[in-house]
């Protein structure tokens, strides 16, 4: 299966200029699979380059519409031109409150009108150190997912990634063995690919994107960089 590399700017605060600028300097990914999750106001900028670089959302709501003040619809997301968006990430969960019933609506919405999306799930430190890990995992994904069918995922091309929260931005990636044993037991209930996500840099990408368990990388800080992120496209395998 090809390795996917998938970078989230989060609110890198990239004008239109510089994300045009990232894109006009990176080397072409070619057939590899290679996405940025971009602001929303980039979407619409970034969507359809010559480099055939998926763009997508970091979030959307879970309504097709309604006042809900600062939230974008899965429709506006597409119409823009985004062709997946991330769902449950852990700053939105942790920072925002986002529950485990909110990204489950999330979902069905995404399934409902046909857009693709990576499902990010992970433990925090306390849960980890209480040796809750997996539990945490099987309930991120198990409400996730509630009502869906293998088939419906694989058709709609959902990617989870594992990205434990004390990994995320804190210069400190977990260990391989520790990522491989969540990736399988992932795997294991739900046989989608599973990417991981927490201080990926340029010195632990191809350790990371070597292992078998590991089938792609969700890459935050060391993405924003166009020099970092497309040394990473010539080092991401082509098959
Ligand atoms: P960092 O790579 O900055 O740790 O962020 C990871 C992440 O949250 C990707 O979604």
């Known amino acids: 299966m090809k390795k996917i590399l998938i970078a989230n700017w989060k609110m890198c605060n990239k004008s239109a200029a510089e994300a045009l600028n990232f894109l006009n300097v990176l080397p072409s990914p070619q057939k590899k699979d290679v996405r940025i999750a971009v602001p929303f106001t980039l979407i619409r900028e970034m969507a359809g380059n010559s480099l055939k670089i998926r763009i997508g959302g970091q979030n959307m709501h879970s309504y097709a519409e309604g006042a809900f003040t600062g939230e974008i619809s899965c429709m506006q997301l597409c119409d823009a ?33 046909g857009l693709s999306f990576v499902l990010c799930v992970g433990e925090t430190l306390e849960e980890r150190e209480l040796g809750e890990t997996f539990d945490i995992i099987q309930s991120q994904l198990d409400s996730a997912f509630e009502d869906l069918s293998e088939e419906q995922l694989k058709t709609l091309g959902v990617l989870i990634a594992y990205e434990p929260v004390w990994a995320i931005g804190s210069g400190k990636s977990a260990e391989i063995s520790q990522i491989c044993k969540v990736h399988d037991f992932i795997k294991e209930k739900y046989p989608l690919p599973v990417l991981y996500g927490g201080s990926v840099t340029l010195e632990n990408f191809e350790k990371l994107i070597q292992a078998s368990s590991i089938d792609g990388v969700l890459v935050g800080g060391a993405s924003l960089g166009a020099a970092t992120f497309g040394q990473m496209i010539q080092l991401l395998p082509e098959g």
């Open 81 to 113: 031109g985004a062709d997946f968006v991330i769902l449950g990430h852990s700053e939105r969960r942790h920072l925002l409150g986002e529950t485990n019933e909110f990204i489950q609506g999330k979902v069905e919405r995404a399934v409902v009108e």
